[in-house]
T-cell receptor, first 112, second 112 residues
Framework: GAGVSQSPSNKVTEKGKDVELRCDPI?????LYWYRQSLGQGLEFLIY????????KSGLPSDRFSAERTGGSVSTLTIQRTQQEDSAVYLC??????????FGPGTRLTVL | GQQLNQSPQSMFIQEGEDVSMNCTSS?????WLWYKQDPGEGPVLLIA?????ELTSNGRLTAQFGITRKDSFLNISASIPSDVGIYFC????????????FGAGTQVVVTP
């Protein structure tokens, strides 16, 4: 079946511009996660959506980062006024339950 | 906290060799997960372990859930070039339901 998909796969933007990254989770998965991975580094948790509950935003690094999940399905991660240190791979994952997570291919963001 | 210490950080091996890596924590985990991330891709779930002492195989991969529930091991037998990538261990956080704690990863490089 279809896995988690993310778009765009690559995004190059200029410093100060806003970007939107999209995640389509696996159908029926109630949980959705966003992570950031800098070059050669591990996974940095950003935000977690579970059903209709208020999202866990504890990992967002600044107020320039926000995310929403519409209709319990598609999610958009928005980064406003991008900075060079925002350059990273942004990974989305979805999960049918509390443990296992299934990842998308990621969006590679480059801020010039 | 529930930090996961993964070792080694990286390993360079020759094709055909066996590989062993481990993940330890000062906290108890009820589930251990092993993911592999190919270059330019998102992590893919390899093996999930749910019971202390459990030994599970997936092809040339074997993972074990430590008896103390504070560690897990992943072995790759007869490595091949496509085994290259970053291997992450993960476990569910007890301080935040639905979220995973990830290790920093073990980078595996296979030379012919």
């Amino acid at each position: 079946g279809a896995g988690v998909s993310q778009s765009p796969s690559n995004k190059v933007t200029e410093k100060g511009k806003d970007v939107e990254l999209r995640c389509d989770p696996i159908s029926g998965h109630t949980a959705l996660y966003w992570y950031r991975q800098s070059l050669g580094q591990g996974l940095e948790f950003l935000i977690y959506f579970q059903g209709n509950s208020a999202p866990d935003k504890s990992g967002l690094p600044s107020d320039r980062f926000s995310a929403e999940r519409t209709g319990g399905s598609v999610s958009t991660l928005t980064i406003q006024r991008t900075q060079q240190e925002d350059s990273a791979v942004y990974l989305c994952a979805s999960s049918p339950g509390p443990n296992t997570q299934y990842f998308g291919p990621g969006t590679r963001l480059t801020v010039l | 906290g529930q930090q996961l210490n993964q070792s080694p950080q990286s390993m360079f091996i020759q094709e055909g060799e066996d590989v062993s890596m481990n993940c330890t924590s000062s906290s108890i985990f009820n589930t251990w997960l092993w993911y592999k991330q190919d270059p330019g891709e998102g992590p893919v779930l390899l093996i999930a372990l749910y019971k202390a002492g459990e030994l599970t195989s997936n092809g040339r991969l074997t993972a074990q859930f430590g008896i103390t529930r504070k560690d897990s091991f992943l072995n790759i037998s007869a490595s091949i070039p496509s085994d290259v990538g970053i291997y992450f261990c993960a476990g569910p956080r007890t301080d935040s339901w639905g979220k995973l704690q990830f290790g920093a990863g073990t980078q595996v490089v296979v030379t012919p």
